[in-house]
């Protein structure tokens, strides 16, 4: 039902059931990470990084949790998205996936924003 109402543009409706699952599986990763985006969708950021700074803690092994993170923490703390950046590089390239562009831009772009050229 969530789902269903997240792709109709219910955004309050699917968190309310989303939260609901939480109450049930509190350590969902996915439903974390879900609800971190919505809050995100709704303005509410510092909501939406609360939820995804827990699925990285939930699963420190989801690299899209790290990644999601860092873009959620690239305008408000940008030490905190390298750290997050760079955990998610690590575990593309542990788990011998690839890593995207996108991900190599920002770490890229917050080191020459620091002033770090080597």
Do not use: W
Not at 6 to 25: A, I, P, T
Not at 39 to 50: A, D, I
Not at 58 to 74: F, K, M, N, T, Y
Not at 98 to 103: C, F, W, Y
């Amino acid at each position: 039902l969530s789902q269903v109402q997240l792709k109709l543009g219910d955004l309050r409706s699917s968190v309310s059931n989303f939260e609901k699952v939480l109450e049930v599986y509190p350590d969902n990763c996915e439903t974390l990470k879900v609800l971190g985006h919505i809050y995100l969708q709704l303005g509410q950021f510092e909501k939406g990084q609360e939820f995804m700074k827990k699925a990285t803690k939930v699963d420190p092994r989801d690299a899209q949790a790290s990644l999601d993170l860092g873009e959620l923490l690239i305008s408000s703390d940008p030490a905190a998205a390298l750290d997050a950046f760079k955990t998610a590089h690590s575990l593309l390239k542990k788990g011998g996936q690839e890593v995207p562009v996108d991900l190599l831009n920002n770490i890229g772009v917050i080191h020459f924003e620091r002033g770090e050229f080597e």
